[in-house]
């Protein structure tokens, strides 16, 4: 990760898992783990305020297999594509909706 971005995502903890858990699928409506390569919990830095109340700890999770199986079907380079996973949940972070991410990819 470039450190001018790593220094934005201090204190985020950043977990490579198998996949999603059934409260994750339930809380997204998804069927299946595999509908889901990654995902950003916490609190956007933008929606943090600065009274001291604490917020769950920032977490991005990594969900290996899907990633694979997308590597897999896609052929595109395993280390690009965990990349972009990831840089897709750090833009969570940053308060951005999947919406604002799909504009800033196609642009």
């Given amino acids: 990760m470039p450190p001018d971005l790593a220094r934005h995502v201090k204190g985020v903890a950043i977990q490579v898992v198998d996949e999603a858990d059934e409260e994750t699928l339930e809380a997204f409506g998804l069927e299946s783990s595999w509908d889901i390569s990654g995902l950003y919990r916490g609190t956007p830095l933008g929606m943090k305020d600065a009274g001291g109340v604490a917020h ?30 990831l840089i897709h949940e750090i833009a969570h972070h940053f308060g951005f909706s999947d919406e604002d ?7």
């Fill in 56 to 85: 769950a700890p920032d977490m991005i999770f990594l969900y290996r297999l899907p990633i694979l199986l997308e590597w897999i079907e896609t052929g595109e380079e395993l280390g690009r594509l965990v990349r972009s996973v």
């Fill in 101 to 107: 991410i799909a504009r800033i990819e196609q642009g």
